[in-house]
């Protein structure tokens, strides 16, 4: 219904669920198309339950990852795994990758370590369209720490290629993790802000304006999760004079422990502040993400 909002790869990064937290980790992609929006919530038991699912893909040939992902990766891409000595495709990316790329919603379960993190960022190149700019894939983590590790992989392969191909522009990754430059994140932070999102439920609600200045991929964490406060129009009027003549204001935030300062409005008794200011949750909160197509569950036991 708006032509502003784009078709969106929305990927969810979990840690931790299943019987043996540490050793299983699930990755849930959503593929949102346009058309497609929300409806049934699923849960970590939903799909731990219905792991009798998982498809049967697993390829008998020795394919390389080459071979899997050519003509649906550009090539300066498959170039650079190859530079990092990714040839061949761990179990679950062979397993996964023909699903992913088949257009297929798809819930990859293995163990920590097996490479799920490439397989959906490789899913997440072959529908980015670098003539485009504007944010094309959003990647939810948990973690903040999760949050560098996988910007990290996806810089290494949206880096610019050695020899530039004419239809491949470079892509943008941006990762919105708590702690970072906040001057380079402010920018991005409006997006939320013009959409109301100052609270978590809408924080995932977010659409995300066509426009911006590169093809991007986004890293956002779902947990903890940024509030971002806008703090319209708070003024301070004829404030008490701290200074000589005049003062140097600013006020503090607190929500919890935590404490944000906000800027100095110099030489000033009758400040305005208009201005983003991120914090962080700290409880786990709920989120929905509604869905009503089908998803494919690639299990993978062992590495
Ligand atoms: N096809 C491959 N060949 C060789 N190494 C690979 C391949 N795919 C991924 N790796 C490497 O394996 C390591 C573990 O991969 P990765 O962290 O992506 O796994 P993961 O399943 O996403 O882990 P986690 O559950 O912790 O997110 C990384 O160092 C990655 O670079």
């Excluded at 999102?197 to 940024?226: E, V």
Aim: proline residues 6%.
């Amino acid at each position: 219904e708006r032509p502003d909002i784009i078709p969106l790869a929305l990927l969810l990064t979990s840690a931790s669920i299943g019987s043996k937290p540490h050793r299983s980790t699930r990755t849930l992609i959503y593929s949102i198309r346009s058309q497609r929006t929300s409806v049934s919530p699923i849960t970590s038991s939903s799909s731990i339950s219905t792991n009798e699912e998982v498809g049967r893909f697993v390829a008998d040939q020795q394919l390389t990852l080459r071979n899997i992902c050519e003509g649906h990766v550009p090539d300066h891409i498959l170039r650079r795994i190859e530079e990092l000595g990714y040839h061949m495709p761990t179990e679950i990316q062979k397993q996964a990758l023909p699903v992913l790329f088949s257009g297929q919603d798809c819930i990859l379960h293995a163990q920590t370590g097996s490479g799920k993190t490439l397989a959906y960022l490789l899913q997440i190149f072959s529908v980015i369209n670098t003539q485009r700019s504007a944010v094309q894939a959003l990647i939810l983590v948990p973690t903040r720490e999760l949050g560098m590790q996988v910007a990290k992989v996806a810089r290494i392969l949206a880096a610019k290629p050695d020899q530039p191909v004419e239809e491949n522009k470079s892509c943008t990754i941006m990762a919105l993790l708590d702690g970072g430059t906040l001057r380079r994140q402010k920018s991005w932070l409006k997006f939320f802000i013009r959409n109301g999102s100052n609270n978590h439920g809408n924080a995932i609600k977010l659409h995300i304006r066509s426009n911006s200045t590169a093809s991007t991929i986004l890293i956002f964490p779902l947990y903890p999760l940024h509030i971002i406060r806008k703090l319209s129009n708070h003024r301070g009027v004829s404030l008490a004079v701290r200074d000589v003549l005049t003062s140097d204001p600013y006020f503090i935030i607190r929500m919890g422990k935590q404490k944000l300062k906000t800027r100095v409005v110099k030489n000033s008794i009758n400040p305005v502040w208009d201005e983003a200011s991120p914090l962080s949750v700290l409880e786990p909160l709920p989120v929905k993400l509604g869905y009503n197509g089908k998803i494919k569950i690639v299990t993978c036991r062992g590495v």
